[in-house]
C-alpha cells in the first residue's frame, strides 16, 4: 500500500498517511491538524483531539456496507447548535471515496457529487420546508435542515483541506428517498447524495 511519513509539525509525532490524495492529515498525538504541501505539512488552526464517545468505526477498520468493502481513512467531527455530528471518511476499490455520516447512533452513507462548487446558491432564501433545485439532476429536493457550523477538528487523513475553527453552513433535504446534503465552506461548496442505513446494514471484517 502506498505509504507516505510526514512529522507532526507541532509535536514531532510520526503521521502516516496511504492515500496519495489526501490534502489535510490530523496528528493522532497532539490533535494538529495539517495540509499536506508537496513534501511537508503546514499546521493549521487550533489542536483538537476528538474525543471518541464510543463510535463503532475507527480508524484503519475495514468495514462492509452492501457488500462493498470500505477503509476507514479519517473522520471530521462537525459542531453546531445542538451538539456535533461526525463524517467517516472512506476508501473502497481503491482510491474511491465515500463518506458515513455518524450523528448519535443514525448513519448515512454519502457520495461527492463533483462540480458542485459551482452551484450558486442564495442561502439566505433556503428555508426548512420549503423546496428548490440545486441542479438539473437535483429538483425538488424537500429542505429538512439547515444549520450554521464549525468544523472542530479532524483525526487521520482527509481528501481536502480543513481547518479546525473554521465556519460551515450545512442544508439537508430529502428527494425520493435519497438525502442529499450541501456543505458550505468558505472555499468551496460540496453536494452529497446518500441513503441512511441501519447499524445492522453495517459489518466489521475484522
Ligand atoms: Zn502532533
Known amino acids: ?72 481513512m479519517g ?28 450523528d448519535d447512533g443514525s448513519f448515512v452513507l454519502f457520495s461527492e457529487k463533483k462540480g458542485a462548487g459551482a452551484l450558486r446558491l442564495e442561502q439566505d432564501r433556503i428555508q426548512v420546508g420549503s423546496t428548490l433545485t440545486f441542479a438539473p439532476e437535483f429538483q425538488k429536493v424537500f429542505v429538512t435542515s439547515k444549520s450554521k457550523a464549525k468544523v472542530i477538528g479532524g483525526e487521520g487523513e482527509l481528501p481536502f483541506t480543513i481547518t479546525p475553527g473554521e465556519p460551515a453552513d450545512f442544508i439537508e433535504g430529502i428527494q425520493g428517498g435519497r438525502v442529499i446534503s450541501l456543505e458550505v465552506l468558505p472555499t468551496e ?18
Request: charged share 25%; aromatic share 12%; proline share 2%.
Open 1 to 72: 500500500m502506498f505509504t507516505r511519513e510526514f512529522e507532526c509539525p507541532s509535536c514531532g509525532g510520526r503521521i502516516e498517511s496511504s492515500n496519495p490524495g489526501s490534502r489535510s492529515v490530523s496528528c493522532g498525538y497532539c490533535g494538529q491538524t495539517s495540509h499536506i504541501n508537496a513534501d511537508n505539512l503546514q499546521a493549521v488552526g487550533s489542536k483538537n483531539l476528538l474525543i471518541d464517545y464510543g463510535s463503532i468505526l475507527s480508524l484503519g477498520r475495514t468495514i462492509e456496507i452492501k457488500e462493498r468493502k470500505f477503509r476507514v
Open 189 to 206: 461548496v460540496r453536494l452529497f447524495m446518500g441513503s441512511s442505513l441501519e447499524i445492522e446494514q453495517i459489518t466489521f471484517n475484522h
Open 75 to 102: 473522520r471530521i467531527r462537525i459542531e453546531y447548535d445542538d451538539g456535533f455530528w461526525d463524517e467517516w471518511y472512506l476508501n473502497y476499490d481503491g482510491d474511491k471515496e465515500a463518506w458515513l455520516q455518524e
